[in-house]
Nanobody, 120 residues
Framework: QVQLVESGGGLVQAGGSLRLSCAAS????????TGWFRQAPGKEREFVAIITWSGGSTYYADSVKGRFTISRDNAKNTVYLQMNSLKPEDPAVYYCAAGRNMAYREYNLWGQGTQVTVSS
């Protein structure tokens, strides 16, 4: 069974950058598509970005396109989210999740989340 652990969250000024990591246990993680999601207080969880198992394809929410980059290193069982030009609307708990395909609404493997805070 794959388990996911996020890290890298913290406090950053608007316009700054953070890199989140999603580390997975389990030898089959490289077979999983993986996505990043976020949930701000009082709001529903929303899709941020997703990457195929091979890293060959990526997709982003319009709100982060051009600012965030998702990548993966299957040798390290880790998926990253590089977040640049952070905005006051980006703070949230960021989660990674994985599944056998790109149908992320069906994912049932989730990490515990990491908090991102942006100061203006």
């Amino acid at each position: 069974q794959v388990q996911l652990v996020e890290s890298g969250g913290g406090l950053v000024q608007a316009g700054g950058s953070l890199r989140l990591s999603c580390a997975a246990s389990g030898r089959t993680f490289s077979a999983y598509a993986t996505g990043w999601f976020r949930q701000a207080p009082g709001k529903e969880r929303e899709f941020v970005a997703i990457i195929t198992w091979s890293g060959g394809s990526t997709y982003y929410a319009d709100s982060v396109k051009g600012r965030f980059t998702i990548s993966r290193d299957n040798a390290k069982n880790t998926v990253y989210l590089q977040m640049n030009s952070l905005k006051p609307e980006d703070p949230a708990v960021y989660y990674c999740a994985a599944g056998r395909n790109m149908a992320y609404r069906e994912y049932n493997l989730w990490g515990q989340g990491t908090q991102v805070t942006v100061s203006s």
